[in-house]
């Protein structure tokens, strides 16, 4: 199997060969930026696996270049950064990462996390569901592009999270998927204890198409177990 390949985008210079050297250690191929218009250089340049990011770079930040990367690309992306609140935090998963770690970091639960988001994304890369078109409450969603037509005519291409989730969902109406379920079909990673990534990941699913994301018709909540579509599927 071809060795992974991590790309470390940090603009502190001591920080990011430190980063480049444990990953090295790690048995990795490691390639480096140290601002947007470098990531997206090497991106073009290589086959790269995993993006390790800081959110405070020069030009543009983290954030918004996990945005952008987020429509392009699937690629692991674990957010290290000195960012500690828990609005980061949130901010940071919603926009699409994988994982978000702060520093000053442990070396060792980095390269652990960063070992088990591979093992998903390059080992065990999750399987594609058939192509196929599905209409729902006059709303369409096609595989094929990922794209969300709303009942005007109006797409929106969507993140692969959000898109498997809601596949699933309106695969099978009606029927209740916990969180690990859902984590597991997103990402082919387990649940982690304190991981909201699901429930961001819905949130950021309603705000497509519920008028009220805090009283959904489309998608339920069920309290203590998880989530389930309870709108109609158009034949």
Do not use: C
């Not at 601002?35 to 090497?42: L, P, R, S």
């Not at 086959?47 to 543009?60: A, Q, R, S, W």
């Amino acid at each position: 199997m071809q060795t992974p390949v991590i790309l470390i985008v940090e603009d502190e210079e001591v920080t990011r060969l430190n980063l480049v050297n444990l990953f090295q250690g790690e048995g990795y191929d490691v390639i480096e930026a140290v601002n947007g218009e470098e990531m997206y250089q090497k991106l073009e340049q290589n086959p790269v696996n995993l993006v390790v990011m800081d959110i405070n770079l020069p030009g543009k930040n983290g954030l918004i270049l996990a945005r952008e990367l987020r429509q392009k690309e699937n690629i692991g992306l674990i957010f290290l950064t000195g960012r500690d609140s828990e609005v980061d935090r949130i901010l940071g998963l919603e926009i699409g990462a994988d994982d978000y770690l702060t520093k000053p970091f442990n070396p060792r639960e980095l390269t652990i996390r960063a070992r088990n988001l591979l093992g998903r994304t390059v080992a065990q890369p999750v399987i594609e569901e058939h192509k196929s078109i599905v209409k729902f409450n006059g709303w369409t969603l096609d595989e094929n592009s990922r794209n969300l037509t709303s009942p005007k005519g109006m797409a929106r291409r969507l993140p692969k999270g959000e898109y498997r989730a809601l596949r699933l969902m309106l695969d099978t109406p009606g029927k209740i998927f916990t969180r690990e379920q859902l984590i597991r079909h997103m990402t082919g990673r387990e649940l982690r204890p304190n991981d909201r990534t699901v429930d961001v990941t819905i949130r950021r699913i309603r705000k497509h198409f519920e008028s009220d994301i805090d009283s959904p018709e489309l998608i339920s909540t069920i309290h203590g177990e998880g989530y389930r579509f309870v709108g109609k599927i158009d034949k």
